[in-house]
């Protein structure tokens, strides 16, 4: 399943001032996704990256690479117990008909 929210900040980062070659730090990163949601909201950061991909197919496929990356690398799932404790799945229940 494609992770939509993924996908968002990736545009979102696409969109924004930040470039490449900056070597944007995650505070950066984060900060720029988050000023482009205030600024265009989720679908004119969608808008904005068709209209770049239409223009300059062959700039923003490198952006949008480089997006993705950073975006994968800066909100990477963290998977935390509850309470300090261990995840233990649930004992689950047959069902009888």
């Keep these: 399943m494609p992770d939509v929210l993924a996908n968002a900040r990736a545009e979102a980062l696409f969109v ?11 505070v950066e990163v984060r900060k720029a996704v988050a000023e482009s949601f205030a600024r265009l909201g989720s679908r004119g950061c969608a808008a904005c990256v068709a209209g770049e991909f239409g223009d300059h197919p062959e700039v923003a496929v ?26 233990r799945p649930r004992p689950t229940t047959a ?3």
């Excluded at 924004?16 to 995650?26: H, R, T, Y």
């Design 16 to 26: 924004s001032s930040v470039q490449s070659s900056e070597s944007p730090a995650a």
């Design 62 to 87: 490198a952006r949008m690479r480089w997006a993705i990356a950073m975006v994968s690398t800066v909100y990477r799932p963290t998977r935390r117990p509850v309470c300090g404790r261990p995840h």
């Design 95 to 97: 069902c009888t008909g």
